[in-house]
């Protein structure tokens, strides 16, 4: 990061990281505002197991881009979620990561899905002591996703748990329309929902900067066989309605398993922020030794589980693999944050972000 651009790092993780790092974590409003001017997508990685970090941090240094690090709130939650990484452990984690390998390119720190299922006061105020935990941990952007709920209740959560976010003055994405698993049938977002959403959130005093939809990608690997059917058009006309509301574009959910080819596309239909999970996980498992898999597997298998949740039962282990399996997949996550940065249009967007905060100034 450069010298002129620590000005903008927020004072909160300045305190906690130091005033002499170079380290670059900016609030992520800032990123997000400086999105709409640019047709490309920020890759923001749910890194389930922390080995695949310092390979994307690579990719990113050297392609000269933006990147954003995440977690769910089933990933990441205050009990450490399925992976667990509590919110204070994972930014300890991606900082650590970034000293030791000298990473200086802007990045964010971002609770993504902080799920609120039902209308139940028990849920709401579960959601909002995670926000809390997350901005005392040091992220600087949220995601609220009240999007498993009838479109007024949407609109009333998350403008509720919105506010923390907006008094602070972090970057919000919002979601309307829940990305369904693979093999599962999809429910598109609406023109017609989107402009009720937002103008729902306006008029309680909430302006978010991106808006996630379902538009026909699925969660996790596809099954064999299952087509890869994201409706372009219906994500464009979204994305003109969101910019008409002040929003900087959309999130797409679901992008593993889609063909780089189409990945591709995405920028020039309002994609500003795509969330890659699954690919993640898989190329950290690729890389585990191979009797720690066979555990986990058999683990699954034993509880009925997604290997997912293997995560935190292995996590000592996990943790503290022979370096060279962690090397194997630090050069496995480099390798597939290259490809997606660039498939991204993502190349050279940390110095168009630098130039355009300093000139915002």
């Known amino acids: 990061m450069t010298t002129d651009l620590q000005g903008r790092v927020p004072k909160r993780i300045r305190d906690k990281i130091g005033s002499q790092t170079r380290i670059g974590l900016l609030n992520g409003r800032d990123l997000f505002n400086i999105l709409k001017n640019e047709k490309l997508i920020l890759m923001a990685c749910n890194p389930r197991i922390k080995h695949v970090i310092p390979g994307i941090m690579k990719a990113a240094e050297e392609l000269d ?12 939650g205050i009990d450490g979620g399925y992976t667990g990484q509590t919110p204070q452990l994972f930014f300890d984690t991606v900082i650590e990561y970034a ?11 971002h609770g993504d899905h902080t799920t609120v299922q039902n209308t139940s006061r028990e849920e709401q105020e579960s959601a909002r002591r995670l926000i809390e935990a997350q901005i005392e941990a040091g992220y600087t952007s949220f995601a609220i ?24 003055g972090y970057g919000l994405e919002v979601e309307l329309g829940e990305v369904r698993q693979a093999g599962l049938t999809s429910n598109l977002t609406t023109v017609e929902e989107t402009e009720a959403f937002l103008s729902g959130l306006a008029a309680r005093g909430i302006h978010p ?3 996630a939809i379902d538009n026909g990608s699925k969660r996790g690997n596809y099954l064999d066989g299952e087509m890869v059917k994201i409706d372009l058009e219906q994500t464009k006309a979204i994305y003109e309605t969101v910019i008409r509301h002040g929003l900087a574009g959309l999130v797409q959910h679901g992008i593993t398993g889609t063909p780089l080819r189409l990945v591709g596309k995405l920028a020039g239909y309002g994609i500003r922020k795509g969330n890659i999970g699954t690919l993640w996980q898989n190329v950290a498992h690729a890389g585990l030794p191979l009797d720690l898999m066979d555990a986990m597997r058999h683990w699954a298998k034993e509880n009925g589980k ?13 943790d503290n693999i022979p370096e060279e399996n962690a090397k194997q997949i630090l050069d496995m996550a480099y390798r597939e944050a290259k490809e997606f ?15 355009s905060l300093l000139e915002a100034r």
């Open 209 to 211: 900067q991106l808006l």
């Open 341 to 355: 940065l660039q498939a991204f249009h993502a190349k050279g967007s940390a110095s168009r972000l630098t130039a």
């Open 306 to 318: 997604d290997i997912k949740f293997a995560t935190n039962v292995f996590k000592t282990d996990i």
């Open 65 to 76: 881009a933006i990147v954003a690090f995440e977690l769910t709130r089933t990933e990441g």
């Open 145 to 168: 996703d009240a999007s498993f709920n009838p479109l007024h209740d949407n609109i009333r959560i998350t403008a509720d748990l919105a506010s923390q976010v907006e008094n602070e």
């Open 99 to 109: 000293e030791r390998f000298n990473f200086t390119k802007p990045f964010i720190i």
